[in-house]
């Protein structure tokens, strides 16, 4: 399949915010997919060549693709920087340049999915002396083989910011519908397509088919490809990989005990909430795989949570969720998230770390145990095969503290006991339900006694003046769409950073982490690619026309950086909508 072909589906996403009409798209276009390129085409519409899951990024910054377009075209780096200033999207200004380019090529060729994402993968995995050079040379000859519009898309692949609008729930709609026309051989009409996802429905069993297999996967190119090729039966074979991670299940909030008894029925388990570190820990035999809630591979940095699960997991094969909290390893006491945050991201004296900032893991549920998913089973099952398995130590491993009452007042009693122990409060669970992989589907729902929070995600900033020059600024947050896959803002926050380190989060700290991710500069202000998450917390949720989410915050302050969260599992617009009507 020519590339020129996948370009023409990203301007049609790009062209329209409708959801219906992007599903009618994409489905239109993975009907024709040949099953060499539909695994590909999957991962390149989300913007990415390696499942979100894998450790590998594609690693290239903007000045690398300037310089590649300079071989490319011909044009200095000083005119491509000049354009981008003006274009602000250095896809569109490699679309203009390659539209005028003042050198051409005999070596030029036809384009192809398989050629893109097969070159771009490559460039992921060259690293040492020259690979700098080697990268500009396949990009430049990328794009030398472009067509314009080709060079625009090729290149947000590569500083992975796609632009065209995608969120998961559409891509899956998209399998679903494309799965559906193919088997009852007829094209469904725009207009028509909401009422066939209606209860019941033949295409909402479709869907929700997909749904289960890519929680198990956590893939949608392998789901999209098992289902085109071998029909909807097959996706019953897609079976979870204990060393691949899963989104984990993601709870509501409820402003109390009694909101939280009407959400998940009585009774209900109710469990400490740690302020800790949430963990997704993968067992097959001796090999102990860690993932955080960001699908990132902490294993190394956590060398005594392996020996934890080693010796007191009796399981040849598993998946847990749990929470490692720090304790002060004098006082033997919990001590705040911020404490061991700084472990996620050690690279050295990884030992001596763990011995400073010493672990205690809290298992609270468990989603596959000796080569059975349970993600299906209820939750008071999950809990008793946990039971069964862990060797609980104090300041080691334990099993998450736990009540199972449907009495208001013996929950108040726990809640406080809970606040006592430094903990962040409670989860109530229903002892029903299954487990939903990233889902906030109201099986939990979480109790805490703090100001109302949120956690948003940095888009924007603005480079300081004064005695701030040389710091970012004025940092503009967005809430996420789930609809649209889109960052909407929702306001600007200076408060809650500090002038220096020892006190707390401050500019040169917060500057030296969203430096990699600036993909615009126009005067002082910075564009950054959604991919830091901070803790917000704010007097009220006010209507305005000011920001494209609708809503602006009054008075927000930073709480602290969320290490832990992935952009998409920021607050959403939906929750937002719902906390405004609340007030």
């Known amino acids: 399949m020519e590339y020129y072909e996948l370009t023409k589906l990203y301007e049609l996403l790009e062209s329209t915010n409708k959801r219906l009409e992007k599903t009618k798209h994409i489905a239109e276009f993975i009907k024709n997919c040949t099953p060499k390129d539909i695994d590909k085409v999957i991962l390149l519409l989300q913007g990415i060549v390696y499942p979100k899951y894998e450790d590998k990024k594609i690693g290239i910054a903007s000045k690398m693709v300037v310089k590649a377009l300079n071989a490319a075209t011909g044009i200095s780096s000083e005119e491509i920087e000049k354009y981008w200033k003006k274009t602000g999207d250095l896809g569109i200004t490699a679309q203009e340049l390659i539209k005028k380019k003042k050198q051409h090529t005999l070596f030029s060729q036809i384009l192809t999915v398989e050629k893109v994402f097969n070159t771009v993968r490559k460039l992921a995995k060259i690293e040492g002396v020259g690979s700098t050079d080697l990268k500009i040379k396949m990009i430049s000859e990328l794009l030398t083989s472009a067509k314009p519009i080709e060079a625009r898309y090729i290149v947000r692949l590569l500083l992975e910011d796609l632009r065209v609008g995608l969120g998961e729930g559409t891509l899956r709609d998209s399998i679903a519908l494309a799965y559906y026309e193919i088997k009852e051989k007829k094209s469904i009409d725009i207009e028509n397509i909401q009422g066939l996802f209606g209860k019941d429905s033949e295409l909402t069993t479709i869907r929700d088919k997909i749904q289960e297999a890519y929680d198990i996967s956590n893939d949608y190119s392998v789901v999209a490809s098992t ?332 709480v602290r950086i969320r290490e832990d969260r992935r952009p998409d599992e920021s607050s959403t617009l939906r929750q937002i909508e719902e906390m405004y009507k609340k007030q």
């Open 227 to 558: 289902l085109m090729e071998k029909g909807i039966i097959s996706l019953n074979n897609i079976d979870m990989d204990v060393l691949k991670p899963l989104k984990v299940m993601l709870a509501q909030k409820v402003k109390d005990i009694k909101e939280g008894f009407e959400r998940v029925g009585v009774p209900c388990a109710i469990e400490y909430k740690y302020d800790g570190f949430r963990m997704l820990i993968g067992k097959k035999s001796d090999k102990i795989v860690i993932h955080t809630r960001r699908l990132e591979n902490v294993t190394k940095q956590f060398p005594d949570v392996v020996e934890l699960v080693k010796e007191n997991v009796k399981a040849e094969t598993c998946i847990l969720d749990g929470e490692a909290v720090g304790y002060d390893p004098k006082t033997k006491k919990y001590i705040p998230f911020q404490n061991i945050s700084q472990r996620i991201k050690r690279k050295y004296d990884i030992e001596q770390l763990s011995r400073e900032v010493p672990v205690e893991l809290n298992i609270f549920d468990i989603l596959y145990y000796n080569n059975n998913s349970l993600i299906n089973e209820s939750f008071e099952k999950r809990r008793k095969i946990i039971e069964k398995i862990i060797i609980q130590k104090d300041l080691k491993i334990k099993l998450a503290e736990q009540i199972i009452t449907d009495n208001e007042k013996e929950a108040e009693k726990f809640y406080k006991k809970s606040l006592e122990f430094g903990n962040e409060g409670v989860m109530l669970k229903s002892l029903t339900a299954p487990y939903k992989p990233g889902s906030r589907v109201g099986y939990m729902v979480k109790l805490k006694p703090v100001m109302e929070t949120l956690d948003l995600v940095i888009v924007g900033a603005e480079w300081g003046e004064g005695k701030r020059k040389g710091w970012l600024t004025s940092f503009t947050i967005s809430c996420y769409d789930e609809d649209t896959d889109e960052y909407l803002e929702i306001g600007k926050f200076g408060t809650g950073i500090k002038e220096k380190d020892e006190e707390g989060v401050s500019f040169e700290q917060l500057t030296e982490l969203l430096k990699p991710y600036i993909i615009e500069e126009k005067g002082r202000e910075v564009k950054i690619k959604p991919e830091i998450v901070v803790e917000i917390k704010f007097e009220e949720i006010q209507k305005s026309p000011s920001y494209n989410s609708g809503y602006a915050l009054r008075f927000p302050r930073l």
